[in-house]
């Protein structure tokens, strides 16, 4: 006998949905927006237009597009009363976590970061996979991304593109 539930049988336990994007918006104290990048910032007014209500948005989207950058261990007061707040990367929040606990077990200053990543996530069809390592060429945005929550650091960062689906490395 099989246990596994067919597609019919999940869509018929799904709410119906009925009414606007913007009705939902007002009955709502927080919206998470995990949308592809770019997404957030196409409904920005929208969002704004509500004054009440807490945005956070996922570390595709830049900086300079909210309020606020979030990092649990370093900017956890800071986004306290913010409307629109950015969740760094994840492997900005990798690097951060990293970072955050060398600098309070020995104090650090400056750091540079050379970030060893995969270079597709797994079923993400916009990036094919590859069998070489492939430098990204300069400053990746992983230190504007880390100084946006760890302000006090002076920071470097390159990236290099792996064939690997396994995670990333930091090297310091």
């Known amino acids: 006998m099989s246990s596994t539930i067919g597609l019919r049988d999940v869509a018929a336990r799904l709410p119906t949905i009925h009414g ?48 606020a950058s979030f990092h649990s261990m370093t900017s956890f007061n800071e986004v306290a009363g913010q409307k629109r707040i950015r969740v760094i990367s994840c492997s900005s929040t990798g690097t951060t976590r990293f970072l955050y606990a060398l600098d309070r077990a020995f104090g650090v200053q400056q750091a540079f970061v050379t970030l ?15 069998n070489s390592l492939v430098p990204n060429m300069g400053p990746s945005h992983h230190a504007r991304d880390v100084n946006s929550v760890f302000r006090n650091l002076r920071l470097a960062s390159v990236s290099v593109n792996c064939p690997t689906t396994f995670g990333h490395v930091l090297h310091f």
Do not use: W, Y
């Not at 920005?44 to 900086?63: F, K």
């Not at 990543?117 to 590859?130: F, Q, T, Y």
């Open 116 to 130: 060893t990543r995969r270079s597709a996530d797994p079923g993400k069809l916009s990036k094919v996979p590859m």
């Open 20 to 67: 606007e994007f913007a009705d939902l918006l007002v009955k709502i104290d927080v919206l998470l927006d995990c949308t592809p990048s770019g997404v957030p910032q196409q409904h920005r007014e929208l969002l704004e237009s509500v004054p009440n209500l807490v945005t956070i948005v996922q570390g595709g989207e830049t900086s300079e597009a909210c309020e």
